[in-house]
């Protein structure tokens, strides 16, 4: 039997996958929530075996739920259901182990099919996505882990004095990565890092 758990932010596309699922002998809905930090109650409590996530959510993205989720439940499969496709999102929930990426566009039918075989033990990922690319630049290793952080931190605003104090590092170290971005990435200047950064930045 799958026990399937729910998390999307529009009670609208849960509604939906209910009614897709009602008449499925082997798949029982255990519960459905509409933020991450109540899908983490909800697998603590009810340990569905499948979650269907969507990334973008208030109190705690799909992103931190589903690191928390392996963390604890390993073996608990998980599908993430988000409208985005850039490859940082992609990269960043399969770091996070999930086993299935579903694009919001794709046909009721394509959720079911998801669900059954990542329950197998297989992964799922969406037609129109290459996780095949995605996976060989995340191995080429484009931007480190700390550059990503520091990244993430530009978008936001920060100043590289402001960065250094709340990553615990030098302001010089800042200016190194910054500058090692701008090359890495192409690009001309901070301008253009601070223009990237922005548009990798996922309001979550």
Excluded: C
């Amino acid at each position: 039997m799958i026990r399937l758990a729910i998390a999307e932010d529009h009670q609208s596309l849960i509604d939906g996958i209910i009614l897709l699922l009602k008449h499925e002998e082997d798949i029982s809905i255990v519960g459905a929530v509409n933020n991450g930090k109540a899908l983490l109650d909800l697998v603590r409590l009810k340990q569905p075996n499948v979650i269907i996530t969507d990334i973008r959510m208030p109190k705690m993205d799909g992103i931190t739920a589903t690191k928390h989720i392996k963390k604890e439940f390993p073996h608990t499969k998980v599908i993430a259901f988000t409208m985005f496709d850039q490859p940082e999102a992609i990269a960043k929930m399969l770091e996070a182990g999930a086993s299935g990426y579903l694009l919001k566009n794709s046909s009721l039918n394509d959720v079911l099919e998801a669900i059954k075989t990542v329950h197998s033990g297989k992964n799922y990922y969406d037609a129109n996505i290459n996780v095949n690319n995605q996976k060989n630049k995340k191995k080429k290793g484009l931007l480190t882990k700390r550059q990503i952080e520091i990244l993430e931190l530009v978008a936001q605003g920060k100043t590289s004095r402001e960065i250094s104090e709340l990553l615990f590092i030098g302001t010089h170290t800042v200016d190194t990565h910054r500058k090692n971005m701008i090359r890495i990435l192409g690009l001309k200047g901070k301008g253009e890092l601070m223009r990237y950064a922005l548009e990798k930045k996922y309001r979550f």
